[in-house]
Nanobody
Framework: QVQVVESGGGLVQPGGSLRLTCAASGSAFSDYAMGWYRQAPGKQRELVASITQRGMTYYVDSVKGRFTISRDNAKNTGYLQMNSLKPEDTAVYYC??????WGQGTQVTVSS
C-alpha cells in the first residue's frame, strides 16, 4: 500500500491561487494513475482531475482552464495548481492513487 499525504490547502480570496501537493511514500507512485477529488459539506465526493501514469489528463468541466494537474514521478509527488479560485471550489481535497490509497485530505476555503 502506497501512503499519500496532501498539503497546500488554506484560506484564499476569490480569484486567488493555491497549489496542492500529494507526496507518496515508496517507489510505486509511477505505477498508478492519480486523481484529485473534493468533497464539500453536504455533497458527495467528486473527481476534479486525474492524470494517467503517462501524463494524460482529465478535468471536470467546472475547473477546466483554471486547474492543472501534474506529476513528478522522480519525486513521487503529484500536484494540483488551482487558479482563479471561486467560493464554490471550497471543499476538502483528497489525493487518490487509483486502485490504491487515499490521503487524509486538505481543506481549501475560498472566501473574502
Amino acid at each position: 500500500q502506497v501512503q499519500v499525504v496532501e498539503s497546500g490547502g488554506g484560506l484564499v480570496q476569490p480569484g486567488g491561487s493555491l497549489r496542492l501537493t500529494c507526496a507518496a511514500s515508496g517507489s510505486a507512485f509511477s505505477d498508478y494513475a492519480m486523481g484529485w477529488y473534493r468533497q464539500a459539506p453536504g455533497k458527495q465526493r467528486e473527481l476534479v482531475a486525474s492524470i494517467t501514469q503517462r501524463g494524460m489528463t482529465y478535468y471536470v468541466d467546472s475547473v477546466k482552464g483554471r486547474f492543472t494537474i501534474s506529476r513528478d514521478n522522480a519525486k513521487n509527488t503529484g500536484y494540483l495548481q488551482m487558479n482563479s479560485l471561486k467560493p464554490e471550489d471550497t471543499a476538502v481535497y483528497y489525493c487518490h492513487l487509483i486502485g490504491n490509497s487515499w490521503g487524509q485530505g486538505t481543506q481549501v476555503t475560498v472566501s473574502s
